[in-house]
């Protein structure tokens, strides 16, 4: 049973930098492709990034790019997205989750079978 374990949320300035860890037990993340994803209150889940399992290869929505870098650390099985100047729109609940089927990554919720809980992250002054 893979099950993923987000945390690293919390509450920071506009402005601000946040790191989210991604933890797994029962599975080896290096062998999966891995997406965050946020949703907000009243809004649909999107797609935040994603890296791949092939090669590492990463993909951002236009909304974060040049501000999170999604990462792995395969020695410690984790996932990383540093989010930096952060925004009060950046506020939503982050949860990562796992696509046991192919190994490149897609900004599609449809692709990835096991998820997190989530971590609250709140931009504000």
């Known amino acids: 049973q893979v099950q993923l374990v987000e945390s690293g949320g919390g509450l920071v300035q506009p402005g601000g930098s946040l790191t989210l860890s991604c933890a797994a037990s029962?599975?080896?993340?290096?062998?999966?492709?891995i997406g965050w994803f946020r949703q907000a209150p009243g809004k649909e889940r999107e797609a935040v990034a994603c890296?791949?399992?092939?090669?590492?290869?990463?993909h951002y929505a236009d909304s974060v790019k040049g501000r999170f870098t999604i990462s792995r650390d395969n020695a410690k099985n984790m996932v990383y997205l540093q989010m930096n100047s952060l925004k009060p729109e950046d506020t939503a609940v982050y949860s990562c989750?796992?696509?046991?089927?192919?190994?490149?990554?897609?900004?599609?919720?449809?692709?990835?079978?096991?998820w997190g809980q989530g971590t609250q992250v709140t931009v504000s002054s």
């Open positions: 989750a796992a696509d046991k089927e192919f190994s490149l990554c897609v900004l599609w919720i449809g692709a990835y079978h096991y």
């Open positions: 029962g599975a080896t993340l290096e062998h999966y492709p």
């Open positions: 890296i791949s399992s092939r090669d590492d290869s990463t």
